[in-house]
């Protein structure tokens, strides 16, 4: 009886790092989600073509040769028609995630894929002054959804992965132009989807089994930076009901052209992960 005890007591220990291996491995596909915070900061002004030749490097000029523009330029959205009136900054956001992916070890090393959908609802907007007319000119971008698709590759131990992911985003964005300038006409362009890069660092750590829930959870967190081509959407001003010296319709009778400087939208998220491998 003793030998008998004995032999099981050696077998069940001589079992239990292999199947302690067998959890650690990372090796698997896995489903999750992110609960994150993007944020983002831009120093932009709105530039002009006023001859029409495809380059914003016009001033536009009163009948005087005034800066009808000296007013000046903001980061944010304009609350009146002149500077004194203050402008609201964007504020970051809180976005939701869902990801799948497949992950496969070697040694202490981990490379895999993933897919990701996220809900992001962040903006910002960029207002110029002018002061004939005294008026102030928003634009807005809105970045609605992102689907992304990133390679991810790291170090592991046991309970902990340490990776570096990067890879191609796709965002649904929405434009927007406002002025309180009443006497010119505006034609602003429409919302079009916006893609570009996603690179970021993240550290994920297996939890133990989790009430109702089971084991094969793991949690960690992730920075993510994104730049997305945003193209040039020009916004052109007409003469409408301005009297010829308008200084919008000076150079050129057709109008004048408008554009922030920045055609990227880049932003950043820290975000907590919670996935499950089955």
Same mark, same amino acid.
């Given at each position: 009886m003793r030998k008998l005890i004995a032999i099981t007591l050696l077998s069940g220990a001589a079992f239990t790092p292999a199947a302690f291996a067998q959890d650690s491995d990372w090796t698997g596909i896995?489903?999750?989600?992110?609960?994150?915070?993007? =944020?983002?900061?831009?120093?932009?002004?709105?530039? =002009?073509?006023?001859?029409?030749?495809?380059?914003f490097e016009d001033t536009v000029r009163t009948s005087g040769s005034a800066d009808a523009f000296a007013p000046g330029f903001c980061n944010g959205a304009a609350m009146g028609s002149a500077p004194a009136a203050g402008c609201r900054a964007s504020d970051g956001n809180v976005n939701l995630?869902?990801?799948?992916?497949?992950?496969?070890?070697?040694? !202490?090393?981990?490379?895999?894929a993933l897919g990701e959908y996220t809900s992001v609802n962040l903006g910002d907007d960029v207002t110029g002054f002018s002061s004939t007319p005294v008026a102030s000119y928003t634009f807005t971008r809105d970045l609605n959804s992102l689907t992304s698709a990133?390679?991810?590759?790291?170090?592991a131990t046991d309970m902990s992965l340490l990776y570096g992911t990067a890879g191609w985003a796709w965002g649904d964005m929405s434009r927007s132009f406002t002025t309180? !300038?009443?006497?010119?006409?505006f034609v602003a362009s429409e919302d079009s989807e916006v893609d570009g890069l996603q690179v970021g660092l993240g550290f994920e750590q297996k939890l133990e089994p989790l009430w109702l829930l089971g084991s094969g959870w793991t949690m960690g967190v992730e920075y993510l930076?994104?730049?997305?081509?945003?193209?040039?959407?020009?916004?052109?001003?007409?003469?409408?009901?301005?009297p010829a010296n308008n200084p919008f319709v000076i150079v050129n009778t057709a109008g004048t052209d408008m554009e922030r400087t920045k055609d990227v939208f880049e932003y950043s998220t820290v975000g907590i992960t919670l996935n499950w491998r089955p």
């Open positions: 896995y489903v999750g989600g992110q609960v994150g915070y993007s =944020f983002k900061a831009d120093d932009e002004e709105i530039i =002009f073509d006023t001859d029409l030749d495809g380059l995630s869902v990801r799948a992916g497949f992950d496969l070890q070697l040694g !202490n090393w981990v490379v895999g990133r390679l991810r590759g790291g170090w309180t !300038n009443t006497v010119n006409t930076w994104t730049s997305l081509d945003d193209g040039d959407y020009p916004v052109r001003v007409g003469q409408g009901t301005a």
